[in-house]
């Protein structure tokens, strides 16, 4: 604890009574008192963010459904197409992995000149056998598209 002097002197500045020393007290910590119309005025506050915000979010939801339920055939063919999308990168990046495999590719390529030969034996060389070709697909056209009727 600290002392410090007081003087007490008259209009003129001349010292009227001794000094006298007091002792100085250590600086106290603030005391708060909480304010019982502030706290109040707090959670008037609150309960209008709060009220705010369920508000918008129900507006946010509400418009998000509209906006779904008017649009849902664009939004059915736009996911139709990202589906389409996703899938054919998928089976490009799998054809891709399958061709950096030695032999594979080689192996594929014979398979597939050996179907070629095969279908041209069997569907193109004789008549008969266009007839029964241009048949099939016509059946399938029929099954995919229905008839042109």
Do not use: C, H
């Amino acid at each position: 604890m600290t002392t410090d002097e007081i003087v007490q002197t008259n209009e003129n500045g001349e010292v009227t009574e001794a000094a006298t020393e007091i002792p100085l007290l250590p600086p106290a910590e603030p005391v708060i008192i909480p304010d019982a119309s502030a706290t109040q005025s707090a959670e008037q506050t609150w309960q209008s963010f709060q009220a705010k915000a369920s508000t918008l979010s129900a507006d946010v939801i509400r418009s998000t459904v509209a906006f779904v339920q008017e649009n849902r055939k664009l939004l059915s063919s736009l996911g139709w197409l990202l589906l389409a999308f996703v899938g054919t990168r998928v089976v490009l990046a799998s054809l891709d992995a399958i061709d950096d495999i030695p032999l594979v590719t080689p192996i594929l390529k014979l398979i597939g000149l050996g179907t070629v030969a095969w279908f041209i034996w069997r569907y193109m060389i004789r008549a008969n056998n266009r007839q029964e070709l241009v048949q099939m697909i016509d059946r399938t056209r029929v099954e995919l598209l229905g008839n042109r009727d």
